[in-house]
């Protein structure tokens, strides 16, 4: 069996004719010669950026001085996307096209940075940096320079959504990007290294989620130049057979664009680049015009070119142009090697600058004309600085989704079934704005969110059967077994300026951490960056947690995402943990209107108690913590002890044990403090939700013990109070890694942060009942129900039916 | 332009003739039936798991008492696996095949349990699960039920090195085992669910890395059964053109077996593994044999059958086999519904278990004769218990490969580089072995662990180009640019008994903070299984660390994979950050020395001051933590203030503070503590390396201020400490997310973990030092040199000389 021949046919022949105005679209050789010559002077700039702190436009010989002392930056990819923007620049001025740039290989910096700054946006959003000698030589010492700019494509660069630094998301954030943004054209450079990475390889897929109707276009460019750092890569070796049948088998119809002949190649990628374009445009007519509902085979194009194209062929001797040599710097050592010197000085000439930049330092009027104006500018479109476009969400009430809770505990609900409603109504108030979506890995039924399906279904462009339900074409429900994809996608809306929500099981969100991080710092540092404007955060639903895994068991329980979360800037980051349905509604709505954050809401969707009326969630949600007075009976003052609790189980299990408690050991005078918003534990000098000393000393204490249950891993309470005056008395139980197929209280059992262990703690740790005869008995009835407890799940299988069945006496304690 | 045919045409032709004794391959009926008698017990056996606690063989008519109360399972996958495992026990048996099974869908747990009770595997190492009614009894028992086993293939199931719970690992994990196993042949299905995944996504492009003559074979199983949990899974939607395109796209030659009838199935499945393996053996042969060098296209199987397969077919009038709908329980609620309950016995009464099943409950001989005996099963293939193969390494003298360090800071190294050379001696000595393998992203080179390309090279099986360096088809080095990848294959590697390192950049180990989290898991879980031999400890070598990313900036700055790894349990996970060359090599030897840990090892790359000999690395290392005598003034008693440090770049820093008050405050009585060991600082109580409160107090005192500098988040150290009895005087620095694009110097600054910040923390915390005029002028002069500093790397991009040339000045202070 034999695959078709690899798909460059129509170029190549369109390429035997005479240069000139072409009959299939081949461009004017002087056209043709203008995009080389834009080319070669975003590729100078570019090595201008890597080698030189003076004599930018080699006006007079290169000496020594004029180059940087520490050479820290990345040719090897650099040429090949500088030829691809070159002749974006003349296909969107061609057919119009409202285009974004998405750089993927990593170290690109140097090429994305010299484009926009040719196109003029660079200078537009720092001034300082002007299209003159002075700006230029500030344009090269920047780069890669301590409090410059990092070599890879970055939140400082214009017209990035992406950070080049670790790899594999170019693809996953150009189709967050083209979602919902039916006219934007988003031009997306696969490196042929981040091909490798899991998610990259996942991403193709997400072709089967693009309604080319609704949506925008990604034109995927694979580059390959061979090389990685030091290796080869896998797909420049695969052979072409396997490659265009990989590329089909993604859904595309791969255009080859190969070669290392300057001119050849830019005939070469003109025309194909003007068949995609209409051969996408023609998808986007047949679906919109022609209600086309078949799966269209996307174009795509494989620009097989050198490694340091244009670059020194030969280095001491060994081969460097279209070699893993040219990764780097391919010219090291200048200061010993002034061999080296001379052939940088012959490389930057090679591209004639003085033919290239006029004598104040700015672009030809010839060459500078070849970029779109204004918005059309790749690293001027708004898009791509998402804030500025971005809408409101238009909010339903959240108290008209409230359970109502007569009495604490009274009555119980799902809390992510009752947030489901309301999500429903956000899809559905904004349905007309297509500014919202949900992700998730297949688990939006799961996670009890399917009051959505009332308003929309999940999406595929893939086919769809009878059997299947609440699938089409239209859905705003991103469903997809990748947690890259789904964080990826969502990221890529966010930065064009979109809102979602993303539902996940809680153990597996560690599956992003890295992609978290990468988003963190991008959130962190566009902060500081004045043209930038927010975004809408990125928020976390974080159901099916540790506590509820009852037939899946160790592999599905892990709360450590939290941790990983808080390791970030507090000006980013929020934690919630509310711990029943109108607390969680609260939290949503307030995350659903903010800006700029991560917010990570940890939520369980299990029948449970309910606490708190929709006032008093509101209420309690906006201070972030607070004293549960129902629950208490310090009568306001004065507790012997603390009983403090953060999230829907442990809450339960703390109360349980004050239910308990007072029963057996009336006098105890027990205060509760529910935290809903984790971060008020921090000292309000580390972060901004933290609260101040003194409130934390009044509702702590300055000295009586405190049993604090925490729904994730005990010691993140202790390393988020342990400046607190009184963190020498606090005693925190949550999940510490034990855990298996079991039932839920057995899961509170194994980790001692059940009512029984709870009111253990209690009675250890208040001095005044030491010998205490109420409290030594109520002590040996918690040993003996724990007893009881092993040996009834043994025989039954099942929670001691007093457990399973307690609620909370009705109305307050005292 | 159209792709070939689905490639399904050889075994379609073969089933065109009359049953009986097939001319190519095909069985006989009598043989068939047999196989799907088997296949009838294994899926009777999984229906019972899910639903029953009595009555197992139904030798009375089924009552609500005889179904547990509780319903947590999945069926959905679970019939195709039966169905390939039945179809191997054959294929073993017939081509004496050395197998082992990878169930990739998640939920195929009952399936793989089945399976190994009925070969008789289970109740071997399970002796209390006989094979008799009351082993039955206990065998669907103990299934998804308090204290029992998971739903997925898990620790606890015999032949199986694969946790199902987290999708995605599954392909590999099966090509690690099948590297340096050149006999072994692993059957891996992979669920379409999974598919979607980022790591499995990137698996398939393993075979590019699988020599055919030097390891053994991989049989991917691409199980398309349409559905994950509620939605529709993408490759089981592209359609065949496009998935034939795929498959191929990634090497493999795919052979389908579609359908839905078993007697046609069976012969289907019979005939194309006899062809699957003849290949498999025509590809080894050709390699080891004749020679071939030529990459092979691996065949596969695509097997397309209904999700719940033999399921009930319609429940309450909604299609059920072939349906989501037969994700998990098909029948629901027994007891609110009657007509389940008989709906579940013809379901059950299906399988025949009458015909199956001997009076004791024991499978009939006729069928129990089907499965392969001993080691052939593949529940008992050793290599799936790799600790029984485990031999350990030879290891060179770490010793030899010392730096030669005539006095603290006299000499220069570069850790990583020195530990290549022991590295390189390591894969040397195990060459004939062939039971140890480097993974890494692309990195070994830019780790510097060169000299492992003086005795080996990369591992390429793609196309190998003249302009490549170390590469070639027997390289024991793996590179790729999947972090996911190098995690998965050194797991699967070290799982069936060998030896491993992964080198990663440090940022971009949390790529696989999930994977190592379900690794922990199984090193904890394996702990307690005592059928399970220990294995080799899986160790990571992290560098390219967050002090040293002068031009990769932010995205390349996180030490956060340490706050990951602690929160694991105490027994599995050690971390180590040696402070220079000698250090790291005695932490490399005793890593890879241990079992059934995960080692963390955090060591620069960079030329940095070494600080110990070899003797005193080897001695400060195996105590883990220790005074500096050489570098302390204190006299060994009565410090004024405690310097503790952790990480090579902050003992530099901290070392240059001591020096410089020294210098400045010649009275300051100055202990410096340096920790290697990371757990050391735990309570005993909490870690097996944790140092006992009194010897804690020795070091650190229990009242003088500790002035503390540690490589990661500084929060960690307080977590790891705050019980110690001098936790309140300790103040530590360390990365708090400030870094950019910078120099090594001034990123200690912006995290204030530089020399004169470190110095300033100790003149403000000594009380005694307070209005003293020297202390108030070495803060002066600290606070002039940070301004200098400013000053300095605004105008120059670089360090100051007075810091780049800084050296510890001979010998030691006191």
């Known amino acids: 069996m034999t695959l078709a ?13 005479v240069p000139g105005v072409a009959a299939r679209g081949t461009l004017a050789e002087a056209e043709l010669s203008a995009i080389d010559a834009y080319w070669r002077a975003a590729n100078f700039l570019s090595v201008g950026q890597i080698y030189l702190r003076g004599n930018p436009l080699l006006r007079e010989p290169l000496v020594l001085d004029h180059v940087k002392p520490r050479l820290l930056g990345h040719w090897g990819t650099t ?39 040719l196109e003029g946006t660079y200078s537009e959003v720092y001034p300082e940096i002007g299209r003159d000698v002075a700006g230029l030589t500030r344009l090269f010492t920047q780069f890669s320079y301590p409090g410059g700019i990092p070599s890879h494509a970055a939140p400082e660069t214009p017209g990035s959504i992406h950070e080049g630094g670790e790899l594999g998301y170019a693809l996953v954030h150009a189709y967050g990007a083209a979602f919902d943004n039916p006219d934007l054209f988003v031009c997306c450079v696969v490196g042929d290294g981040e091909a490798e990475t899991g998610a990259l390889a996942a991403s193709w897929h997400s072709n089967k989620f693009l ?40 859904g595309h119809e791969p255009f080859f664009v190969s ?33 086309v509902v078949d799966r269209p085979r996307w174009p795509m194009i494989v620009l097989r070119s050198p490694k340091g194209w244009t670059g020194p062929k030969v280095v001491d001797g060994k081969p460097t142009e279209g070699s893993w040599r040219s990764h780097q710097v391919p010219l090291a050592g200048l200061a010993e090697h002034p061999a080296h010197l001379a052939l940088l000085e012959a490389w930057l000439r090679s591209y004639r600058p003085d033919e290239l930049f006029d004598a104040d330092g700015a672009l030809v009027p010839e060459l500078a004309a070849l970029a779109p104006v204004g918005e059309r500018r790749m690293g001027a479109n708004p898009h791509a600085n998402g804030g500025l476009l971005l809408r409101d969400l238009v909010m339903p009430d959240f108290r008209a989704y409230a359970v109502d809770v007569p009495a604490p505990g009274a009555v119980d609900g799902e809390a992510t079934r009752v947030l489901g409603t309301m999500l429903r109504d956000v899809m559905r108030l904004n349905a007309d704005a297509r500014n919202f979506r949900v992700v998730g890995p297949d688990e939006t039924s799961s996670n009890r969110l399917d009051a959505l399906f009332e308003v929309t279904d999940r999406t595929s462009e893939a086919v769809i059967l009878a059997g299947d339900e609440h699938v089409s074409r239209d859905g705003r429900v991103m469903e997809v077994l990748s947690e890259h994809l789904c964080q990826g996608w969502l990221e890529g809306y966010l930065l064009t300026g979109r809102h979602g929500l993303f539902s996940c099981y809680e153990a597996f969100i560690h599956i992003v951490d890295s992609m978290f991080n990468q988003h963190a710092k991008w959130l962190k540092t566009t902060r500081r960056i004045s043209w930038r404007a927010p975004i809408a955060s990125l928020n976390y639903l974080l159901t099916s947690h540790v506590w509820r895994q009852d037939h899946n068991g160790a592999s ?12 970030k800037k507090a000006d980013v980051v ?61 009568g306001g003052a004065d507790p012997d002890v603390v009983l403090a609790c953060c ?62 249950a925490f729904h994730g891993y005990p010691w993140l309470i202790h390393r988020l109070t342990y400046r607190r005056t009184n963190h020498g008395s606090l005693h925190v139980r949550g999940f510490k890694e034990e855990g298996t197929t079991t039932t839920p209280f057995d899961m509170t059992v194994l980790n001692d942060v059940d009512r029984f262990h709870l009111a253990l703690d209690v009675l250890e740790r208040v001095p005044r009942l030491r010998g ?35 609620r909370w006496p009705a109305g307050a304690i005292d």
Chains 1, 2 share one sequence.
């Open 772 to 806: 205490d005869a109420a409290a030594d008995a109520a002590a040996a009835h918690c040993r003996a129900r724990l007893d009881e407890h092993h040996a009834y799940i043994r025989a039954h299988g099942d929670d001691l039916p007093e457990v399973r069945d307690w």
């Open 574 to 634: 929020r934690v919630y943990l509310p711990p029943d349905a109108n607390t969680l509604l609260a939290v949503a709505d307030h995350c659903l209107r903010s800006r700029h954050y991560v917010n990570v809401i940890v939520a369980g969707k299990q029948p449970a108690p309910q606490w708190l009326g929709i006032d008093a969630a509101a209420a309690h949600c906006a201070r972030g913590l607070g004293v549960w007075d129902w629950a208490s009976n310090d």
């Open 79 to 117: 040429p090949g996307l500088n030829f691809v923007y070159a002749h974006m620049n003349r296909a969107i001025r061609a057919h119009d096209l409202n285009a974004m740039f998405i750089a993927g290989p990593g170290h690109g910096g140097p090429g994305v940075v010299a484009n926009t700054y």
């Open 556 to 567: 599905h329980q892990d709360p450590g995402f939290l941790d990983h979360v808080v390791n």
């Open 647 to 708: 999230g829907d189980v442990p809450t339960m299990e703390t109360l349980a044990a004050v239910d308990l408690l007072r029963t057996h050991v009336p006098g105890l005078a027990m205060r509760v403090v529910n935290v809903v918003d984790l971060m008020t534990l921090q000292p309000e000098r580390e972060h901004p939700h933290g609260v101040s000393d003194e409130e934390f000393d009044a509702l702590f204490t300055r000295d009586r013990p405190i049993v604090f």
């Open 5 to 17: 021949p690899t798909h460059d046919g129509p170029p190549a022949a369109a390429l035997g004719g």
């Open 211 to 250: 309604n080319p109707a609704r949506d925008g276009a990604v034109l995927p460019i694979l580059h390959l130049n061979g090389y990685k750092i030091a290796g080869p890569t896998v797909l420049a070796r695969i052979g072409d057979d396997d490659l265009t049948a990989l590329l089909r088998g993604y």
């Open 259 to 291: 070669g290392d002949d300057p001119a050849t190649m830019h005939a070469l990628m003109a025309v194909t680049l003007d068949e995609v374009v209409a051969e996408i445009r023609h998808i986007q007519a047949d679906a919109r015009e022609r209600r």
